[in-house]
């Protein structure tokens, strides 16, 4: 390793002034849906966060990416295929039931990725991932050799992208106390320091622990340094498709190291429906207010309508007295009736459930089927980039990691590769499906006999 490397803390912030615009916009985006999500610089388990006057944008990430969470990692299918290559298939075509086989193998090598997945319990750490992206627009997950998956917040990270848009390099910053790093490292790094300061020059109690990924060759090389120091048997070289790390991004743009967010798309509305959420609660608490009024020279004493148990009887004029009321009704209604369409344009976006059923009383489960299908659509592109750089480099590592263990074979390189099912592709399946049952639909009036020519 080269010594130039080692200065991990220096390279960190420079690359976090890029990072700086990205940030920000993701903690305005996770103010206004779930601010625990992006937090501000120096937060601790005491600060408090803001809340927010409105629950849409929260109930829109949450069943979004419980959507995503579903389509990408199906429950009861695996999201992937060990493709064989034509070449392969044209051997195994030559020896009768070869093919049958092989299939079969294939179908065991892929039950035991999925209960890898299942057993270490990535759906938690995903989901988690999928929520930051919604709202941050970035994520980086880590897939350590042993275990599920661990998932670091933009403000955790820093990434460097090539003008392709590949990773070159992953920086990863934690601090964490002294009295919880191992005693080896705790020895090192009182070794570096030299002898034991006096009390009043005691070192921090934290330490700041970086860990560094960058792509030299066709190879990742990862190594963690803290104060300065390598931490022992942290080396590590993977190659450029099985990486730990993985730099996720909802959107791709060039020439840019961070993605943007899906609630960015969409943060004027949302801006929108907190003020106006807000001058609406504020509004409804005045006037929810009761004051009496009581004329100053007539015969009805205030303490006397004051006092008065409910039910109560006492001496009076009833013209004397008289109730205080705001008198905007309309302009109120007004604000409920805009915040109501900018919840339902919002409901559009994030695939809620109430925004497909149209307000009706005969709405049939074709319409709803077919508004479902043109909102699920819509997120074509982001299956296809996640599909890219989260899934199959997920499902490579995973697999490099169970071989490593011995716990599926060695394949020949080149022979099977896996391919993702979900997402893009169970997209366009669905489409075939579709055009199907319209042409069976358009056969039906011929008759059965037309119907089983095909």
Known sequence: MQTGDKDCAKKYENLSSKRTTYLERAREAAKLTIPSLVQEEGHTYSTKLYTPYQGVGARGVNNLASKLLLSLLPPNAPFFAMRLDDFTIQELAQT??????????????????????????????????LKQLIVAGNVLLYLPAEGGARV??????????????????????????????????????????????????????EVNLYTKMYREGNKFILYQEIEGQIVPNSYGKYPLDKAPMLALRWTRIDGEDYGRSYVEEYIGDLISLEGLSKAILEASAVSAKVVFMVAPNGTTRARDIAGADNGGIVSGNAAEVSTLQVQKQADMSIASSTAATITERLSFAFLMNSAVQRAGERVTAEEVRYMAGELEDALGGVYSILSQEFQLPMVNRIIARMTKKKKLPQLPKGVANPTIVTGLEALGRGHDMNKYQAFLQALAPLGPQAVGQF
């Open 96 to 129: 009768e039931g070869a093919r049958a086989t092989v299939d079969e193998a294939l179908n065991k090598y892929e039950r035991a990725v999925m209960t890898e997945i299942e057993n270490s319990g990535m759906r938690s750490p995903i989901f988690e991932a």
């Open 152 to 205: 670091f917040p933009l403000n955790r990270y820093v990434v460097r992208r090539d003008p392709m848009g590949e990773v070159i390099e992953v920086i990863v910053k934690e601090t964490m106390s002294r009295a919880t790093l191992p005693e080896d490292i705790q020895e090192m790094l009182r070794t570096a320091e030299g002898d034991l300061p006096s009390e009043n020059n005691k070192k921090s109690d």
